[in-house]
Each structure stands twice: as structure tokens, then as C-alpha cells.
């Protein structure tokens, strides 16, 4: 502890992440049969930063985490069919290094806004890239509380960095910048009874996450 405002934290730790056919489907659909399954461990996550308030009702955080990961899991293409995609594991230990920040504002508890934002840097061994992982991600995130009844919640993110490869051509494809913005209002009719709204991709941007796959619809 510095001052009353600012904090100094730092720490080490490991774990393992469970990994299976519906959480990798989560994340990405157009999965290929016979996925190979590997459970990912951290083998040791050091990190350190800093954090605090500013005047205002500001406040904010600054981390570096350098992590050691064996398993850890990227998504490509299948090589004998480019409309599906196949898991790929580094299997020797990968050290990744991540900078991330996020700064807050906060009013009386009924406002609140905050932007955060992440770069990460894959040293891997076993693979040629970090296939379908972003380099750097941001976001803003914003909430309002309107008499303790009606909730408002914006979501902006940007997605950077993503590449793929399609082995048939052996092309390396870069992709485009992802932003996009989500939002959601909830009604509160009681403790127990509410209803909601909610509207995705309101940008309507037509984006790749994975490659070949194009999204540009709005979800309500």
C-alpha cells in the first residue's frame, strides 16, 4: 500500500481448466467430429499490478501476468475440409504474456462506466500461430439503474489481431477488426418476477471470428 489510493498486488498461481466437447462448441460452432480432448493447465501464472481511485469517482487497474501453459487449445480449419475446424494443442509448456488495463467510473451506484482493455503476446512452440486467438481485445461497458427498476446495459467490444490458415492453399489469412455493440434492458416487477430485451450486433457489422464464417445480423 502506497497511499490511501493506490495498491500494489502481485501474486503466483496454477490451474486446470476442464476442457470438453460442449464448452470448445460454445465458443466455436462449426467444430469438426472427433475433437481431440485435453484438459489445458496453468502451470504457473505470475502477475502483478496496480490499482486504485482516482478524484471523482474514478478508479483503475493495471496488470502484467506471465503465464506457463501446457495443452493450451487454438481453433483451424481441418485440413481435409476448410468448412470445419479442428482443435490443435501446444503441447509443450507456452508462456503467454498479458497487459491489461481498465479504468471505472462509478456514480452513486445508480451509474457506472468502465473501458478495459487487454494485449496478448503467444510464445508457442508446437503450433505455427495462435490460430483464432486475438492479439489485443477492448471494451466498454456501461450500466444505469433508473429507480431501482428498469437497468440499462451497453456493451461495446473490439476484437484485433485474429488470424487463420487454410491448409489446402497453405494461405495465412489475417482478419478484420471486430467492434461491435450489445444492449440489454431489464424490468424489474418484483423481487422475484422481470423481464428483459436484449439486442446483439447492433452495429451490423459483418465480421469473421472464425474464418469463412461471417456474422452481420441483429439479434433480438
Given at each position: 500500500l502506497l497511499d490511501k489510493k493506490v495498491v500494489v498486488?502481485?501474486?503466483?498461481?496454477?490451474?486446470?481448466?476442464?476442457?470438453?466437447?460442449?464448452?470448445?462448441?460454445?465458443?466455436?460452432?462449426?467444430?469438426?467430429?472427433?475433437?481431440?480432448?485435453?484438459h489445458t493447465n496453468?502451470?504457473?501464472?505470475?502477475?502483478?499490478g496496480l490499482m486504485g481511485g482516482l478524484k471523482g469517482g474514478l478508479n483503475y487497474k493495471l496488470k502484467l501476468s506471465s503465464a506457463s501453459y501446457k495443452y493450451l487449445?487454438?481453433?483451424?480449419?481441418?485440413?481435409?475440409?476448410?468448412?470445419?475446424?479442428?482443435?490443435?494443442?501446444?503441447?509443450?509448456?507456452?508462456?503467454?504474456?498479458?497487459?491489461?488495463?481498465?479504468?471505472?467510473y462509478e456514480v452513486s451506484g445508480d451509474f457506472r462506466i468502465a473501458l478495459a482493455t487487454s494485449y496478448f503476446k503467444y510464445n508457442v512452440i508446437n503450433v505455427?500461430?495462435?490460430?483464432?486467438?486475438?492479439?489485443?481485445?477492448?471494451?466498454?461497458?456501461?450500466t444505469y439503474n433508473l429507480n431501482k427498476k428498469v437497468y440499462f446495459n451497453a456493451d461495446f467490444y473490439y476484437i484485433g489481431g485474429l488470424r487463420g490458415k487454410n491448409y489446402l492453399t497453405g494461405q495465412e489469412v489475417y482478419l478484420k477488426e471486430i467492434a461491435d455493440l450489445n444492449i440489454k434492458v431489464d424490468y424489474l416487477f418484483s423481487k422475484s418476477f422481470s423481464t428483459f430485451i436484449e439486442v446483439n450486433n447492433i452495429l451490423s457489422q459483418k465480421y469473421q471470428r472464425y474464418l469463412y464464417y461471417s456474422l452481420s445480423l441483429i439479434h433480438i
Open positions: 498486488f502481485g501474486g503466483l498461481e496454477g490451474d486446470m481448466q476442464k476442457n470438453t466437447l460442449r464448452s470448445f462448441s460454445a465458443e466455436n460452432p462449426y467444430l469438426g467430429a472427433n475433437v481431440a480432448l485435453f496453468k502451470l504457473l501464472d505470475l502477475y502483478g487449445s487454438f481453433y483451424n480449419n481441418s485440413v481435409t475440409d476448410s468448412s470445419q475446424f479442428t482443435v490443435l494443442y501446444n503441447t509443450d509448456p507456452l508462456n503467454v504474456i498479458t497487459v491489461s488495463g481498465e479504468i471505472g505455427e500461430k495462435a490460430w483464432h486467438r486475438p492479439d489485443y481485445t477492448g471494451s466498454i461497458l456501461a
